[in-house]
């Protein structure tokens, strides 16, 4: 993957969290502070905690870090999988912030259902 690629997929996957973000946000009782800084995205819940998202361009990587550990993602060509084989992002994202928050919460790839 080009350095052009990987930055059009990972800007797609920023998009993505911040979108599924206003959209909890609007449709249920979370209340998640969603905050942008060029390639990082930072997650801050009711009771203070956070799940930062970040780009590790170099390594053509996302990081996620959440309570539950720290996470590497590739793009496969369809999505962002785990290096070490923990899954999807979105799905891990989806059970860390719920974890998190105390709700279920759902984050999506493309526009929230």
């Known amino acids: 993957m080009t350095d052009l690629e990987f930055m059009n997929?990972?800007?797609?996957?920023?998009?993505?969290?911040e979108a599924s973000c206003d959209h909890i946000?609007?449709?249920?009782?979370?209340d998640i502070?969603?905050?942008?800084?060029?390639?990082?995205?930072?997650?801050?819940?009711s009771d203070g905690s956070q799940?930062?998202?970040?780009?590790?361009?170099?390594?053509?990587?996302?990081?996620?870090?959440?309570?539950?550990?720290?996470y590497h993602y590739r793009f496969d060509g369809r999505s962002w999988q785990?290096?070490?084989?923990?899954?999807?992002?979105?799905?891990?994202?989806?059970?860390?912030?719920s974890a998190q928050s105390g709700l279920t919460l759902r984050f999506h790839s493309g526009a929230p259902a």
Request: charged content about 25%.
């Open 51 to 70: 799940i930062i998202v970040n780009l590790q361009k170099p390594l053509k990587e996302v990081w996620m870090a959440a309570r539950s550990g720290g």
């Open 25 to 30: 946000n609007d449709t249920s009782d979370a």
């Open 82 to 97: 785990d290096t070490k084989g923990a899954g999807e992002f979105f799905a891990c994202l989806s059970r860390s912030a």
């Open 9 to 17: 997929h990972a800007e797609e996957l920023l998009r993505a969290i």
């Open 33 to 45: 502070d969603n905050q942008r800084s060029g390639g990082m995205v930072t997650l801050t819940f």
